[in-house]
């Protein structure tokens, strides 16, 4: 490869010399322009494409292509999986919210049948109390009604001994003998008619 080298540099440094001196004495080269479009290397040129191409092909189909391809098989692959896994998992996120749902109203059905059976034995509680209540209450209204029978008739008792000494008192302050039998039938008709 170095001696290839070498024998480019040496070939164009005689190439540079001769055209140098040729430009030195007044010779003209004539060029055709490109390289490339040197008909004389036609046929060299395609030969090369030719074989360029040929090599280009075989890499990328025997080297580059198969890579690729299995890249995206396993990008494929990898994608297919993951859509499986989230189906699986939106699936068991269903489950899961059925269950919490259910578990939810068993629950509250449950707190329901509590506060139901609360009710009902704080009502119990609360009737029994009510009557217990009534009964203290009509008890000591009878007590009440008897003791105030009792005062009423203490007191018609007392109003007719009073009644009884005053018009006693007052027959005999006027001068007259008190009949005791006449003052209490007055006194007695007199207090029938003030408590009717």
Known sequence: MISLLQEAATTAAEHTESVASSVAHGETETTTGLPQLDLSTFANQIFWLVVAMVVLYWVVAKIALPRIGA???DRQGAMTGDLMAAEEFKLKAKEAE???DKALADARAEANKIVAANR????????????HADAEISARGAESEKR????RDSADVDAREVARDVAAELVRSFGGTVDQAAVDQAVDSR?????Q
């Open 191 to 195: 207090m029938k008619g003030a408590l």
């Open 148 to 151: 105030i029978r009792e005062i």
């Open 98 to 100: 059925a269950a919490y």
């Open 71 to 73: 890249v995206l098989s």
């Open 120 to 131: 009902a034995e704080i009502q119990k509680e609360l009737d029994a109390a009510i009557a």
